[in-house]
């Protein structure tokens, strides 16, 4: 059966520190795979997603980036945090072809201070 | 215009009651259309999905689309406690393939 993870599961970060998120998949193979992030009161957002190594589309304009250097590893990041940024990520995979079955992650709750 | 448009809630029912969640959509060409269930502070889980028009059902899940108004419901029987979570419907638009839009979610309160 396919498991996604993510870590960590909660950061406090201070303004204008670094980001790494980081997002593996088992149990399947060349998975399209999606970073989201859910802020109170305003659903979930695509910033990312990828259909194979090295191949990002992004959503949002802003000071996030992604990065898949692995099949099966999804990495998002920033290098310079702001307050902005805090919300809760998720990251999710589907099989190629098939984005209406999404699987997500447990997610990551950021808190930018 | 957003995809999906979802009343945020919140929604408070008794246990037992039989709930009507609701969202529209936009474009009448969408074909797909999901339904996923959020527990408070989990990543949201899948619990249905229904291609075009027509009825779904799972257990005490219904899913329906009104293509005709480009409305989308889901009908939980008999709602239980545990059912409390917010619920999102999904889209993946036209051709589509590679990605969704949610609405924001309902959130769904059911009182034992």
């Known amino acids: 059966s396919q498991t996604i993870h993510q870590w960590p599961a909660t950061l406090v970060q201070p303004v204008g520190s670094p980001l790494s998120l980081e997002c593996t998949v088992e149990?399947?193979?060349?998975?399209?795979l999606y970073w989201y992030r859910q802020a109170a009161g305003r659903g979930l957002q695509l910033l990312f997603y990828?259909?194979?190594?090295?191949?990002i589309s992004s959503e949002v304009p802003q000071n996030l980036s992604a990065s898949r250097p692995q099949d099966r590893q999804f990495i998002l990041s920033s290098k310079k945090l702001l307050l902005s940024d805090s919300g809760f990520y998720l990251c999710?995979?589907?099989?190629?072809?098939?984005?209406?079955?999404?699987?997500f992650g447990p997610g990551t709750r950021l808190t930018v201070t | 215009q957003k995809e999906v448009e979802q009343d945020p809630g919140p929604l408070s029912v008794p246990e037992g009651a039989i709930v009507s969640l609701n969202c529209t959509y936009s474009?009448?060409?969408?074909?797909?259309f999901m339904w996923y269930r959020q527990y408070s502070r989990k990543g949201p889980e899948l619990l249905m999905y229904?291609?075009?028009?027509g009825n779904k059902e799972d257990g005490r899940f219904t899913a329906q689309v009104d293509k005709s108004s480009k409305y989308i419901s889901l009908f939980i029987r008999d709602s239980q406690p545990s059912d409390s979570a917010t619920y999102l419907c999904?889209?993946?638009?036209?051709?589509?393939?590679?990605?969704?839009?949610f609405g924001i979610g309902t959130k769904l309160q059911v009182i034992p």
């Open positions: 990828s259909v194979g190594i090295g191949q």
């Open positions: 474009n009448s060409a969408f074909q797909y």
């Open positions: 229904t291609y075009s028009s």
């Open positions: 149990g399947t193979s060349n998975p399209n």
């Open positions: 999710a995979w589907s099989v190629q072809g098939v984005s209406y079955e999404q699987y």
């Open positions: 999904a889209t993946p638009g036209v051709g589509g393939y590679q990605k969704v839009t």
